[in-house]
């Protein structure tokens, strides 16, 4: 087409209503070419208002289209590594647990095993792990709540008590930070604190710190 018949298209696109990028996706003429034939036919104050108006609703469907396609993409990406790593065997499990307990795991105190984080799901895999490895009972646990003086204490703990499925009389007093959880921001948390299973057993701590010193002199 040639350039008279690109300005002449352009310019009756643009009689029509059509923003400067409609008109270059149609014609394939770029923005400053059109803003130099176009000057003299700007749009009405409504008809930006309408191209902003349907400009938000594609971004928000685009928005959505991502949105679906990046859960459908994890999702079959879930489904495919949980075929590959499970069932764990039971020394992978051991290993698991054990790195876990490595990183976030109390070392300190040799009297018990206790392990603290915001996350209700590494403290469920950790009960797992020591019910599985090391036979423990889930009524031997005792938990630690650090909380803030905003948050509704009892609803907290009966938060954690089902989740963990433990009782709540296993639970001590909770410490209560005077500082404010609306104050805190929470990103990469989950806002119900910071929770600590514990286990109160000399043999079982000494017998865990032995085997992370393992962990730590295995070839370089």
């Known amino acids: ?15 029509e209503g059509k923003s400067y990028s409609q008109i270059k996706n149609e014609t394939g003429v770029s923005k400053s070419t059109l803003s130099s034939w176009l000057r003299d036919y700007p749009l009405s104050r409504e008809r930006i208002n309408q191209l902003r108006a349907n400009s938000e609703i594609r971004i ?26 499970l069932p764990f065997l039971k ?5 698991a647990g054990l790195a876990l ?4 795991g109390s070392k300190a105190d040799w009297s018990r095993v206790a392990l603290a984080n915001t996350d209700p799901q590494v403290l469920k895999f950790f009960i ?8 423990v009972q889930s009524k031997d646990l005792k938990v630690a709540l650090q909380l803030y003086k905003d948050m509704d204490i009892k609803k907290e703990i009966k ?7 433990i009782s709540i009389k296993q639970f001590i007093k909770p410490y209560i930070k005077e500082s404010l959880s609306c104050r805190i921001n929470h990103k990469g948390s989950f806002g119900h604190g910071t929770c600590t299973i514990m286990f109160n057993k000399v043999e079982l701590k ?12 295995l070839p370089k």
């Open 1 to 15: 087409m040639s350039r008279i018949k690109l300005r002449e298209r352009a310019l009756e696109l643009r009689k």
């Open 60 to 85: 928000e469907k685009f928005r959505q289209t991502m949105f679906k396609k990046r859960e459908e993409r994890l999702n079959n990406l879930y489904n495919f590594e949980k075929k590959r790593i």
């Open 91 to 95: 020394k992978e499990l051991f290993v």
């Open 101 to 104: 307990y490595w990183g976030e």
């Open 128 to 135: 797992y792990w020591l019910k599985s490895i090391y036979k």
């Open 159 to 165: 938060y954690w008590a089902e989740f963990l499925n």
């Open 206 to 217: 000494e017998k865990i710190m032995m085997q992370l010193k393992i962990l730590t002199e």
